[in-house]
């Protein structure tokens, strides 16, 4: 990908983030949820934070790491036959650069878990809002059912909305 690439993408993840969030805020009721919410973010910018300082401060140290755990499994490797044309021979250089890359990509797999993290702790708090939200009118529907104080003909009679038991309607 390019940078600019990198850029669009970033970009559209932080607008369907923001767009998520203020859904999720729109569903939210009560202060213990909205506390909720607060907290799982909070935790989770905490986390990165903590992931981007690690990686800062031990980026050459994984990098060296890496260089060595890529020159250690090609060491028993014998490659006597000469690459094809227009591929890069297996120099120093490109040993480095794939060390950059695989600790570049653990990094943002690591970015991507908190965030997965985050996404499924918000997706359950939401299922908990949706299920408290639905069963608090059940009572009062479940009094209105049984106390239906209309005449035998008129609670048989077809609803607006349509037959309400018993199937389509003989009419």
């Not at 943002?108 to 702790?121: F, M």
């Amino acid at each position: 990908m390019t940078q600019d690439e990198t850029t669009i993408v970033k970009a559209l993840d932080e607008v369907f983030h923001q767009a998520t969030m203020d859904y999720v805020m729109g569903q939210l009721r009560r202060p213990e949820d909205f506390t909720r919410v607060r907290e799982i973010t909070q935790q989770a910018a905490t986390e990165r934070a903590a992931l981007e300082k690690d990686f800062q401060d031990n980026f050459a140290e994984r990098v060296e790491a890496e260089r060595l755990r890529l020159l250690e499994t090609t060491k028993g490797r014998p490659f006597n036959h000469p690459a094809p044309p227009g591929m890069p021979r297996n120099t120093g250089y490109s040993i480095e650069q794939t060390a950059r890359r695989n600790v570049l990509l653990s990094h943002e797999g690591d970015l991507q878990r908190v965030d997965w993290s985050t996404n499924r702790a918000i997706s359950d708090l939401m299922h908990q809002v949706r299920s408290r939200d639905a069963r608090q009118g059940d009572a009062t529907r479940a009094f209105n059912e049984v106390n239906d104080r209309r005449s035998g003909e008129d609670r048989r009679a077809q609803s607006p909305t349509g037959p309400t038991r018993g199937g389509p309607s003989r009419n």
